[in-house]
């Protein structure tokens, strides 16, 4: 099975990008660290990543619903 990017639905604050990319990653750090870090990026990238982060939102699709990936970290 091919996996795929999508916005999270679940522990979606902004948008779910965030959280679907830690989820595609499969990584398990926490996502409100993982924001954090955006926040700090964004700061010295002069605003670029929230740039990247809106495109992101709006070319990445919302996981469908009832989509569950047996591989997914955050899968119970």
């Known amino acids: ?38 926040v700090i990026l964004a700061l010295f990238t002069n605003g670029i990543l929230i740039v990247a982060y809106l495109v992101a939102w709006v070319i990445i699709p919302k996981k469908p619903l009832g989509f569950e990936d047996e591989h997914d970290p955050f899968f119970q």
């Open 1 to 38: 099975m091919k996996k795929k990017l999508y916005r999270c639905r679940d522990s979606a604050v902004f948008g779910g990008v965030v959280a679907g990319i830690a989820e595609y990653f499969q990584w398990t750090l926490d996502v409100s660290l993982l924001r954090v870090l955006l």
